[in-house]
C-alpha cells in the first residue's frame, strides 16, 4: 500500500534537488508543482521542517523529535506570513514500508511537511 506525501519548499530549485536525491527511496507518481499565492492563507494548516522526523529501525517506524525540538521548529511558521513563503510543492507515494526512507532523505532538503504526517 501507498502513502501519499507532501513537502512544501520555499523555492523551486529546493523542490526539484528533493525530488533528485528521493530516487534512492524508491517514490513513484511524483512531482513537482508551484502553489497559488497564500496557498496557506488562514487555512491552520501547521508545516514543520522534515528534518524533525525520526525513523527507528528498518521498518521505518515514524516518531517526533523531542518537544523542544518541535516547539522551536514550529515558532516561525505559526505566523500566517511565513506559511506564505512556501512557493513549490513535491507531492510522491512511497509505499508505506518506506516512508520513514522518504523522510529521512527529505531531512537533508530544505523541505516543510505537515506535522500530520510525523504523527502516523
Known sequence: MNQKIQAFFKSENDAESANMKLV?????NQFVDELPPNYNSGKGVILVPALNSTTTGSGGALGTGTAGTFT????????PAERNNFTHILEFEVDVKD???ALDVLKDTEAYVDENILKE
Open 99 to 101: 516512508v520513514g526512507k
Open 72 to 79: 522551536g521548529a514550529l515558532h516561525d511558521l505559526k505566523d
Open 24 to 28: 534512492t527511496a524508491n517514490v513513484s
